[in-house]
């Protein structure tokens, strides 16, 4: 049975209120959650963005199920210390945590005041951080001079086990080239010809690991509603890659959007007011080839959301899936 999570999106929720929907959601029947790690937010009317390695300590504490977030080291990350977070992490909650690893885009980066390298170059600065980060976790004293430096680092607070280290991808080949390192893939929905060369590509490549994807969706009581929530809140997925890797801020990543037609909107969120139409149109997205699918509902208030997830959703998916 494929796995049915929740996404907490730090960019549009206070931690305190997105700390009451992770444990809401477990309650709902999800088998999951994941979350953003931003220092911003795509847009000044998300308002939000707080520190997701603060939040997941306290989300594992108040949850049961596994909670994974997204980083992207290298810049504002140094790689030694997002290893001593993950295994004091994994130190505390056994099993339950794991980290997707991105190349990281330019609004939460920018702030370090240096350069913001070209996609080529970040990829080759996060496959070190990653080496340096899995020697880490396995006990190693590491030293390490090239896009990213570390002298004789050491983690003294390891967990039993290292926990699994995903890659997040969006194209075809990002996903070819994490397979080398990565134990599963993270990545966002798309249209079904696009998913389908991103799992193709990343087992072909010998990727090994769970396919996970990140679903955006606005539910609301009618569709005029759905369709505004999604205009107000998530109109920032009507932009992809490489544009959105380099915007540094929020007012400028809304000035790069302009004022987006219905169709765009429909293309970017699965905007829906009907529990049995969302689940077959999110499970058409699943049976590409995912093992996991997380879902983010783009409202700012959960509550709602939780509520018909519990009773209509996640029911429907579970037949479907």
Not at 173 to 187: I, M, Y
Request: one cysteine or more.
């Amino acid at each position: 049975m494929v796995f049915i999570g929740f996404h907490a999106s730090h960019e549009q929720i206070p931690p305190s209120a997105l700390l009451e929907a992770v444990t809401a959601a477990e309650q709902a029947g999800f088998d999951g959650a994941m979350c953003s790690d931003h220092l911003a937010p795509w847009l000044p009317e998300q308002g939000e963005s707080g520190f997701a390695l603060s939040w997941i300590a306290a989300a594992l504490a108040r949850t049961t199920f596994s909670i994974g977030m997204v980083n992207a080291p290298g810049q504002r990350y140094h790689p030694v210390v997002v290893a001593q977070a993950f295994a004091t992490l994994e130190e505390m909650f056994p099993g339950r945590f794991w980290a997707a690893l991105g190349s990281g885009e330019a609004m939460n980066e920018h702030v370090t005041g240096d350069g913001w390298p070209a996609k080529a170059v970040r990829n080759e600065r996060l496959a070190e951080s990653v080496d340096v980060i899995r020697r880490l976790l396995a006990g190693e004293e590491v030293s390490h001079d090239g896009l990213v430096r570390a002298h004789r680092a050491r983690i003294w607070s390891l967990p039993a086990s290292p926990l699994p280290l995903f890659a997040t991808a969006v194209s075809a080949e990002t996903a070819a080239w994490s397979a080398e390192w990565a134990d599963g893939l993270v990545t966002v929905a798309q249209p079904p010809s696009v998913l389908r060369r991103v799992i193709d590509e990343y087992r072909s490549a010998g990727g090994t690991g769970p396919c996970s994807l990140q679903v955006h969706l606005s539910w609301a009581a009618t569709d005029a509603e759905a369709l505004a929530l999604a205009r107000q809140q998530w109109r920032n997925g009507v932009l992809a890659p490489p544009l959105t890797w380099n915007i540094e801020q929020p007012e400028e990543f809304d000035a790069a959007i302009g004022a987006p037609d219905d169709a765009a909107l429909r293309a970017a969120v699965l905007i829906d007011h009907d529990a049995a139409s969302l689940a077959d149109r999110i499970a058409e997205l699943v049976t590409i080839g995912f093992d996991r699918v997380y879902l983010h509902h783009v409202g700012r208030e959960q509550a709602g959301f939780l509520r018909a997830a519990g009773s209509e959703l996640i029911p429907a998916l579970k037949e479907r899936l």
